[in-house]
Each structure stands twice: as structure tokens, then as C-alpha cells.
């Protein structure tokens, strides 16, 4: 009876856990962006802190980076994956292209950030490749790759990472707007391929990934550990920024950061007006297009150039890790020597106890986070099965809501009050933290799936004599055992990738494979941070091959049973 009452409630209750968090570090940021920080004997209000704030000259800059390289990185991204879409798919490149980007998908942002980093820099291994047989070059060159002054290099790390989400969301939508038989009729009225797809196919593509694209633009503006590997520093990016600010041992400089995230969230708020009266545009612009009846010279050319675009954001990662692996490996490695003299165990001996201890405990906080948010969705979703709930548009957008607020906005608000409330820093807080990013990415995951099931399987188990307890636990949950699995893999890869929740609600004390890596970018040691890293994607990329294998093994003599 007890359960029958709570699983109504579970929706709010997970909402709460969700959007509480959030709420509460935004209030926590408001105060002492005015002024108001009890715990430095400071009380407000005041502007004093938007003063310092604005008196900062690396501001224009900073804030300019942050606008310009999420606004870049989000536009080629969906660039890039509409046009490989609309001129590919359900070829046999474009099947290939899915193999290669879809694992891709789990890799940590930092881990891809460092692999791209050894593999671009002048004296990384592209370098060496064609040194000093194609270049001359004796030594590295003179070159600002890395951390150039525009971003460029932290936007093409970005985009890197943004298109296999892009793509794999991309094809879920596919699957609702019956693309194939919409691209047949406008082939047989003379269209070319990608030409047609774009003009019937893609605006109820987009209708549906926009939130995705969203949440894309809001993470690549506020991002800071890619931004700490592959950004500027003079000035960093303005969450970079605002990170050093709260690091201070001045506590007077904790204003001057919520201020900051303030600004920060103003600027990812404008620029998300900015994007959606992009869209507006691009939409009168294709009815004029679409109108005018071009039926697609260049479709050949354009499809092709995206192809390449997509293909290489994948070789650029998979490269990336591959010379990750070498430098973990590596002994003694010169330029421009195109591989090291040899290869050894030491560095793995050397970093292997901190890297096994940072894998402890990156894997306790990921494997409670996921269990807890898997645990919430099964719960919510089986309350809308059994009680007849549907979710609003309004609702689904609430599930977005974390991932659309800058972490850099709330996390250091949410910071000061486990501070002036006396919460212990440690394991605890973190995990509630992680909780507020792996929730939405586990039940959009499981959602669909979910939903999807088909309820004449319950009829059946209740017409002989089961209850829904017994139905949930002993029919349902079983055949979704791969969407489950699935779902949980994603929790875990997101928490593996939690750099900011880490840092500032574990104050510094929590070291987890992410922070331990990026806390080694400023010392160039290729070495250990190869180890760091190499460690991080594995923590992420096993648990969806175990989610892939453990399925297959379970029901490998019952396939007539198997679901999803």
C-alpha cells in the first residue's frame, strides 16, 4: 500500500532532485553577486562585485570567447551531421561513419581534448609525421596551435566530441518522420538527394533535436576543462576565469566569481536568443529556397565535403587516443621521431597507485549516481505506465533544464551553501551533483525504450494471476534488460566526464580521474597525463561494451524473448 502511495509521487520527487539542486545554487550565486556573503563577514546588497568585475580588462575578451567558440562549435556541429545526414544516410559510408562515431560518443571531453592536443601541437604527432622528410623541421615550429588566441583549436576539440551526439540523436529523430519515402517522392520529382532531404525532411528533424543542439551551445560556451587544455590563457575563457576566482584564497574574490557566473549565464541566455532568431531566419531563407524550386547542382560536392568533415572529426579522436595510448607507453620520445625509442611499463608503475586510487573513487561516485538515477527513471516511468501520466512539452523541457543552465552559473552558488551550512565536503555532495547531469541523459535514454514496450505482455502476466509488482520485476524489467544497461552505461560515462561538479562541490578533495588529468595539463608531463587519460575513456567506454555483451549472453538461448 505504502508503494502504491509513493510511486504517484516519484515524478516530483525526481524532478525535485533534479531542478533543487539547480535552484539552490542560483539563489546562492544571486546573494554574493550582490554583495552578500555571511561567511566573509560581507553583507549586501551592493554592486562592488560587477564593479571589480568590470573593471577586469581581460572581460571583453573573455566574454567574447565564450560566445564566439560555443556559437562556432554548436553551428558546424549540426553543420557537419545535417549534411552527412541529408546525403548519406542509409548508405554504406554513412554505416561506416555511424560504426566509427557512435563509440565516440562515451569518450570523456578532456580525454578527446588531450588526444587532440598531442595530435595537433607542433610537436605533436601529425608534426612528427612529416618531420623533417616533408618539412624540414628539425625542431617543433613557432606556431600557436594550442590554446590560440581566437579559440579556434578549443572549438574544433568541441565540435569533435558534439558530433557523434548530434548524429545519434539525429538518427533517433529520423526514425519519426518517414525520411525515406519523403526524399523518394522528391527524387522522383527531380531532386537531388541531399537537396531533397533537406527541404522535406530536415524541419521535422529539427523540431526534435532542438533541445539537444540547445544544451550543445549552452555546455560549449561555459565548458571549462576543455577550455583549460585547449583554450587561451591570456585570457582564458570567462568560466575558466570565474574557476580561478573561486579558487582564491581571498573569500572577497567569491563575489567577483558569482558576478561572473551571472554574467556567464546572461551571456549563454542572449545567446540562445541569438540562435533561436537564427532559426527563425534560416527558416524564412529555406521557404524562399525551397520555393524556388532548385533542384541541387552541388548536392555531389557538398555531400561529399560533409562526409569528409564527419570523418574526420572521428579520425581525429580515434588518433587522439591512439597517441594517448602511445605516450602512456612511451619511453624516451625526441622530435621529431615519428614514435618513441621504446616502449615501457614505467610510467604505468609510477602513476599506476594514483591512478588506481582516482579510478576508486571516479567509479564508487559514478556507479551510485547512475544506480540512483536509473533507479528514479524506472520509478517515474512506471508510474506514468500505471497511473496513465504523460509528460507535457513544458515538462520535457524541465528535464533539459540542468543541462541548459551553465554548471559555471549554479555550481559555485550551490558551493556556498553546503559551505554556510556546514555540509561536510566529500563523496556525498558530489554524487548529488553528478546526479543533476546523469538524470536527464539516463531517462532520455530509457524513455523511448520504455514506452515502446509492448503492454500486452503485462495483460498476459496479469490474466495468470500476476500483480504489478511481480509484472514489473519478473516480465518487464527483464526484457528491457539491454535499454537498462544501456541507460546505465550512459549515467556512468557522463559522471566519468564531471569535472566542474567535482572540483568546486568536492572542494579539491575528491580526486577522480577527470580532475587528476586536467589538474596535469599545466605541467606538459605527455607521460602521466596519457595514463590519466587513457584510464578515464576506459572507465567510460567499458561499461557500454559490458551493456552490449552481458544482453547477448543472457538471453542467448531465449532470442524469441529478447526486447531491445
Known amino acids: 500500500m505504502r508503494r502504491r502511495r509513493f510511486l504517484p509521487l516519484l515524478p516530483a520527487l525526481t524532478l525535485l532532485a533534479m531542478l533543487g539542486p539547480v535552484a539552490a545554487g542560483l539563489w546562492w550565486t544571486l546573494l554574493p553577486a550582490f554583495g552578500h556573503l555571511p561567511a566573509a563577514g560581507l553583507t549586501g546588497p551592493s554592486i562592488d562585485p560587477f564593479n571589480a568585475l568590470f573593471d577586469w580588462q581581460g572581460l571583453p575578451r573573455a566574454a567574447f570567447l565564450s560566445l564566439s567558440t560555443g556559437l562556432i562549435a554548436t553551428a558546424v556541429s549540426l553543420l557537419i551531421v545535417t549534411l552527412v545526414t541529408a546525403g548519406w544516410s542509409g548508405t554504406k559510408p554513412f554505416r561506416v561513419l555511424e560504426r566509427l562515431l557512435s563509440p565516440l560518443l562515451s569518450v570523456p571531453h578532456a580525454a578527446a581534448a588531450f588526444g587532440l592536443a598531442f595530435l595537433i601541437a607542433p610537436s605533436g604527432w601529425l608534426s612528427r609525421m612529416v618531420s623533417p622528410g616533408l618539412t624540414g623541421w628539425e625542431r617543433p615550429p613557432d606556431l600557436l596551435i594550442v590554446q590560440d588566441t581566437w ?31 519523403s526524399v523518394n517522392v522528391a527524387q522522383a520529382l527531380g531532386y537531388g538527394r541531399l537537396t531533397g532531404w533537406l527541404k522535406t525532411v530536415f524541419p521535422r528533424v529539427y523540431a526534435q533535436i532542438r533541445p539537444p543542439v540547445y544544451v550543445v551551445l549552452a555546455y560549449s560556451m561555459s565548458v571549462v576543462d576543455v577550455a583549460v587544455i585547449l583554450g587561451p590563457n591570456t585570457p582564458p575563457p570567462l568560466s575558466v576565469q570565474i574557476v580561478k576566482w573561486m579558487s582564491d584564497p581571498d573569500l572577497a574574490m567569491r563575489l567577483v566569481a558569482a558576478a561572473g557566473a551571472l554574467l556567464q549565464l546572461g551571456l549563454v541566455i542572449g545567446a540562445l536568443v541569438l540562435w533561436r532568431a537564427g532559426e527563425s531566419l534560416v527558416a524564412f531563407l529555406g521557404e524562399r529556397w525551397i520555393c524556388a524550386g532548385r533542384r541541387g547542382r552541388w548536392d555531389g560536392v557538398v555531400a561529399g565535403t560533409a562526409l569528409f568533415g564527419g570523418a574526420a572529426a572521428a579520425l581525429a579522436v580515434l588518433l587522439g587516443l591512439l597517441v594517448l595510448a602511445i605516450w602512456s607507453f612511451a619511453g624516451f620520445w625526441g622530435y621529431p621521431d615519428a614514435l618513441p625509442n621504446g616502449f615501457t611499463m614505467r610510467n604505468w608503475m609510477r602513476h599506476g597507485d594514483g591512478a588506481l586510487e582516482a579510478l576508486g573513487e571516479t567509479a564508487f561516485i559514478a556507479l551510485v549516481a547512475a544506480t540512483a538515477a536509473v533507479l528514479l527513471t524506472i520509478g517515474c516511468l512506471e508510474a506514468e505506465y500505471r497511473y496513465g501520466l504523460r509528460l507535457r512539452a513544458r515538462t520535457v523541457w524541465l528535464l533539459y533544464l540542468p543541462l541548459l543552465v551553465p554548471q559555471i552559473a549554479f555550481l559555485p552558488g550551490l558551493q556556498t551553501l553546503l559551505l554556510g551550512v556546514g555540509a561536510e565536503i566529500g563523496r556525498i555532495p558530489v554524487i548529488v551533483a553528478h546526479l543533476v547531469f546523469v538524470l536527464p541523459y539516463v531517462f532520455l535514454s530509457l524513455a523511448d525504450p520504455y514506452r515502446a514496450w509492448d503492454g500486452r505482455m503485462g495483460t498476459i502476466a496479469s490474466a495468470l494471476g500476476a500483480g504489478p509488482e511481480r509484472v514489473l520485476w519478473h516480465v518487464r524489467l527483464p526484457m528491457l534488460l539491454r535499454p537498462i544497461l544501456t541507460a546505465f552505461a550512459v549515467g556512468l560515462a557522463v559522471s566519468v566526464g564531471q569535472y566542474l561538479p567535482t572540483l568546486l562541490i568536492g572542494g579539491g578533495r575528491v580526486a577522480t580521474l577527470t580532475t587528476e588529468a586536467v589538474a596535469l595539463a599545466s605541467g606538459g608531463d605527455r607521460q602521466a597525463i596519457g595514463v590519466y587519460a587513457l584510464m578515464q575513456t576506459g572507465a567510460a567506454l567499458i561499461p557500454f561494451a559490458l551493456a552490449l555483451l552481458v544482453p547477448a549472453l543472457v538471453w542467448r538461448n531465449r532470442r524469441g524473448l529478447r526486447y531491445g
Open 151 to 181: 579559440g579556434l583549436t578549443m572549438a574544433a576539440g568541441l565540435v569533435a566530441k558534439e558530433v557523434p551526439f548530434l548524429l545519434l540523436i539525429t538518427l533517433a529523430a529520423l526514425g519519426q518522420t518517414d525520411a525515406r519515402q
